[in-house]
């Protein structure tokens, strides 16, 4: 059925795709030439044009202050383009009201954003009891969460500083979905975990977009943590100037330039990645001498 469905949108031309994507709110996102510039007259994002598609996980990836905050919070109207449009199921973000709009889109935080003074259970039902669910209906909504980000019960009475940073982490996505949204934009989420925590958080999003099938924008640095969960990988140089948009095979396999070529191998020396693939159908990526240096995510 779902697969009709996204086969249907595909044939469409775009105006009726736009229509009928609003209709089922599919959640595809559009940035069309889209520019931020500031009065000292320097671009963070100069004539941007991509297309997120609905229900998948797009990574931007890329170096510090490359436009990528710049660019999510364009979707939200966080920020507002200079020139240019951000179209939400060919809807402009402009005409939308910017409140109603940041309460249906999640977003996550780099430093989680936790408001410190309030237990988990709190953090986490803060939208749903800003938009009007009744406490009793939103507490137990929350705790329901808390088992979906893989969280004990125990810790929603707790505050946030009493929990470890890959917790605190959990809660800020159990509270980026508390509204159910059908967008999530994530800035750097697991910037502030070790390895080890920020890997099963990896796949604790994996397993999440298996069962949720959000429209999910990601950011971060990390490009083994781009191919980790992308359906779509965006690398970006500075100015928002997209160096290769594909699927982390089609980067892998197929660098566009030096640049890119670069970028996959800089965090671990210069190096040939491969494909391999594994047991159980998982597919590897492997350097020069054989050894792994990730997993892909799981392709719908
Ligand atoms: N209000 C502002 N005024 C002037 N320049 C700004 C402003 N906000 C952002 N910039 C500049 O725009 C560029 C892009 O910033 P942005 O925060 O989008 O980068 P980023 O890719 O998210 O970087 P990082 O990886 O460090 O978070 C940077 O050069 C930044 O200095
Ligand atoms: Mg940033």
New binding site residues.
């Given amino acids: 059925m779902a697969f009709l469905l996204e086969l249907t949108l595909y044939l469409l031309p775009t105006s009726r795709f736009a229509r009928l994507a609003r209709k089922v709110g599919a959640d595809m996102i559009e940035f069309q030439n889209v520019t931020?510039r500031?009065?000292?007259g320097?671009?963070?994002?100069k004539d941007f044009s991509l297309v997120v598609p609905s229900r998948k996980v797009t990574v931007?990836v890329?170096?510090?202050?490359?436009?990528?905050?710049?660019?999510?919070?364009m979707i939200n109207r966080m920020?507002n383009p200079t020139s240019g449009k951000v179209l939400i199921d060919g809807e402009d973000v402009a005409e939308l009201d910017p409140v109603a709009l940041r309460r249906k889109i999640g977003y996550v935080l780099?430093a989680t954003g936790l408001l410190p003074h309030r237990r988990i259970i709190d953090n986490v039902s803060s939208v749903p009891r800003l938009n009007g669910v009744p406490k009793k209906k939103a507490r137990e909504d929350a705790l329901t969460l808390l088992d979906t980000v893989g969280l004990d019960r125990s810790l929603a009475d707790r505050y946030p500083d009493q929990l470890s940073g890959g917790q605190q982490q959990r809660v800020g996505v159990a509270r980026a979905l508390a509204s159910d949204p059908n967008i999530m934009l994530m800035?750097?989420p697991f910037g502030a975990v070790d390895p080890i925590v920020r890997l099963e958080l990896q796949e604790e999003i994996n397993r999440l977009q298996r069962e949720l099938h959000k429209t999910m924008v990601f950011?971060t640095?990390n490009i083994d943590e781009a191919f980790a969960i992308a359906d779509q990988v965006v690398i970006?140089k500075?100015?928002?100037e997209i160096a290769q948009v594909g699927t982390p095979e089609e980067i892998l396999s197929k660098p566009v330039d030096d640049f890119v070529s670069t970028f996959i191998g800089a965090d671990k020396g210069k190096r040939t990645l491969h494909l391999k693939q594994g047991e159980d159908g998982v597919t590897v990526i492997v350097d020069d001498e054989g050894r792994p240096a990730g997993i892909l995510g799981d392709a719908e």
């Fill in positions: 931020k500031f009065p000292d320097s671009f963070a994002v931007f890329g170096s510090s202050g490359a436009g990528k905050t710049t660019l999510l919070r920020v780099q800035d750097e950011v640095h970006l500075s100015g928002g």
